[in-house]
């Protein structure tokens, strides 16, 4: 039973392409609103690994706040990592993160839209004028 369970542990160890030098990490996040510091509740976190190459990789994971604007995940290898963070009503966040501690946390401060621009809404003084000076 032993050596079964040694050569399953093997067999992982080599599919998952795991080293023991490979170093690993807890990650903790706490999302909160930018303007008041508040939790962020079931706020999506996605993490990515980006390759050598700047590129992001295929695989990711996704992870839900909780009531505190909270989440964990142990075991991300070291390296960069991309965290997205998304959440209705609120920008999405988007950063390269380089993780070298075997326990790092990440404080994101989500913040509102801002509003859009629009050529129509926002006229500039001069033209208003002129349209109210037109004859009817």
Do not use: Q
């Given at each position: 039973m032993r050596k079964q369970f040694a050569l399953i542990l093997l067999v992982l160890t080599v599919a998952l392409g795991l080293r023991a030098d490979d170093k690993y990490a807890n990650l903790s996040f706490v999302v909160v609103k930018a303007d008041n510091g508040k939790p962020v509740r079931n706020a999506a976190i996605v993490l990515h690994p980006v390759k050598k190459d700047g590129k992001q990789a295929y695989s990711g994971l996704e992870?839900?706040?909780?009531?505190?604007?909270?989440?964990?995940?142990?075991?991300v290898p070291f390296g960069k990592l991309r965290i997205q963070v998304l959440m209705r009503g609120f920008q999405t966040y988007g950063e390269d993160f380089e993780i070298n501690q075997p326990n790092q946390e990440i404080t994101i401060k989500l913040h509102r839209p801002k509003p859009q621009y629009s050529i129509y809404d926002n006229k500039p003084a001069t033209e208003e004028k002129k349209q109210d000076e037109k004859p009817k």
């Open positions: 992870l839900k706040t909780d009531p505190d604007g909270k989440a964990s995940y142990a075991g």
